[in-house]
């Protein structure tokens, strides 16, 4: 299963960020996911955050679920991510 990465970005430590993208792409693999990082999908930091919300959607909506993880209710990237979860019926994990 294509499983899409929610976790905040913004305001963040990006090295720490990283972190818990990796850890998190490693335990999905060994449960045989596909994992789906916006990490992965947008590495340049040129553009506007508009640029990387959409891209990440589009790549969201693309998966059949979406994992959320630690502080993504003080996201409001992940806030965004969880509700188009929802009205796309995706199926809605947390935190590994």
Aim: proline share 5%; aromatic share 10%; charged share 25%.
């Amino acid at each position: 299963m294509k499983v899409y990465i929610s976790l905040p970005i913004t305001g963040m430590d990006i090295r720490a960020v990283k972190r818990s993208s990796e850890a998190a792409k490693k335990k999905l693999k060994k449960m045989n996911h596909e994992p789906v990082s916006p990490i992965d999908i947008t590495p340049d930091q040129k553009m506007p955050y508009s640029y990387y919300m959409g891209v990440d959607i589009m790549a969201l909506l693309e998966c059949e679920a979406v994992i959320f993880l630690r502080g993504w209710q003080n996201s409001k990237g992940c806030m965004l991510e969880f509700q188009a979860a929802v009205i796309y019926g995706k199926e809605i994990l947390f935190e590994l």
